[in-house]
């Protein structure tokens, strides 16, 4: 029977052992004696004990003597060298391998044991796993193929095992599209910032426990977000003008949050923001961020006051979908490479529709909807879910 044109003669190599210097420098000089071409190493040392895997192209008729001399280095290294030599498909498509990334401020052997469970359920087979990160959180990494299933339907099988255990994780494509450009689009209040500007705004109006109590609603999804957002600006008719200004000295970013803003543009992500609060007040803030794209509400003024009144159109959950759907278009960005950050549920509709869509530190009712959660102090994780490492 021919074999088939995609297919190769290929070994597999697994040294394990005391790791110490020379040991890499040592398989490849071996190697280098031979016709062989490198297709994927990795290495892993934990404890001192090292693990480095090497999946080469071969030709067959060296496959004894590479192993011959594989069995001297074993002798001299005083390792482990195992290897497996077979005639395999070199050129699989890994566009359809899938990338879960679980973080958390600690990660038990429980939530792993569920994610692998539900994995296997579906059918999937889980090719690697490594940690990627310490900080701001301890983040594991697992590559996965799972036929015939949509990333949507995975990522609504996984996200029930991360509420069930209580951890934080995110299904990605794999392959180039993971490395491709995107937009990241975020909330404002509660988000990017620590605060919620209309409850500042509130603070200097003598109103502020009516309108933190609305406020607390509407984010919960109690009540309909654009009654209880007119409701709250009418509660603010008559503050002076330049309490404006006041309050924008009064914000603060959320930790972690120019952290991301920062990688992002480096790695040539376009950043937005779209918010249920006030231009007025946080124009300034991101232009000083650079950012790309941003969208909010407008107060009304007149004779150097608020008149309790808004302009323009309400931005409500709705007008935060197609906000993040102009942006997307509008650098000509396929929704799948979409990023959409949030906590309240104002958010769900843009979280719904971003190929990754997170709940930052979200209202219970915005957790249990949304596909990934992320439960930290520091909005710099989401570069985590998003497989950058920094």
């Known amino acids: 029977m021919p074999i088939d044109k995609n297919e190769s003669f ?88 899938l990338r879960v990334v679980i ?46 299933d949509s990333i949507k339907k995975v990522q609504e099988a996984l996200t029930s095992v991360a509420i069930n255990n209580h951890i934080d994780l995110a299904v990605e494509p794999g392959g180039s599209l993971r490395r491709s450009k995107r937009i990241v689009i975020l909330d404002m209040d509660s988000t990017l910032i620590e605060q919620e500007v209309i409850d500042l705004l509130a603070n200097h109006s003598g109103k502020s426990e009516a309108v933190s109590e609305l406020t607390r609603k509407a984010m919960n999804g109690e009540i309909d977000f654009k009654s209880a957002l007119v409701e709250r600006v009418g509660l603010l008719k008559g503050l002076p003008e330049n309490i404006l200004e006041v309050v924008r000295k009064e914000i ?20 937005g923001v779209v918010s249920g609060g006030f231009i007025n007040v946080i124009e300034p803030l ?68 971003a190929g990754l869509g997170i709940a930052f530190n979200a209202k219970p009712k915005v957790a249990a909807s949304a596909n990934t959660t992320l439960n930290t102090a520091d909005l710099s994780a989401v570069l985590l879910l998003m497989g950058i490492y920094i």
């Open 103 to 148: 973080v958390g401020s600690e990660i038990k052997p429980v939530g792993l044991s569920a994610v692998a469970s539900e994995i296997a359920r579906l059918g999937g087979n889980i090719t690697a796993i490594k940690r990627t990160a310490r900080n701001p959180v301890i983040a594991i990494e697992m590559n996965l193929t799972i036929p015939n």
């Open 10 to 97: 290929t070994g597999l190599i697994l040294v394990s052992g005391q790791d110490r210097p020379g040991i890499t420098q040592s398989l490849m000089s071996t190697l280098s004696e031979f016709a062989v071409n490198i297709l994927d190493i990795e290495q892993l040392v934990i404890r001192d004990r090292l693990l480095l895997t090497v999946l080469i192209t071969l030709d067959e008729a060296h496959a004894a003597a590479i192993a011959s001399d594989l069995d001297l280095l074993q002798d001299k290294l005083q390792l482990d060298i195992a290897i497996d030599f077979v005639q395999t498909n070199i050129n699989q498509d890994a566009s359809d391998n």
């Open 252 to 271: 603060t970013f959320t930790k972690g949050a120019k952290v991301l803003i920062a990688e992002l543009h480096k790695q040539g992500h376009k950043v």
């Open 286 to 353: 991101l232009k000083d961020l650079n950012v790309h794209f941003f969208r909010a509400n407008k107060l009304q003024t007149a004779n150097g006051q608020l008149t309790g009144e808004l302009e323009g159109p309400i931005i409500d959950a709705a007008a935060k979908r197609k906000a993040l759907e102009e942006f997307a278009k509008q650098e000509n960005v396929s929704l799948d490479q979409t990023v959409a950050i949030g906590d309240g549920a104002n958010d769900l509709e843009m979280i719904k529709t």
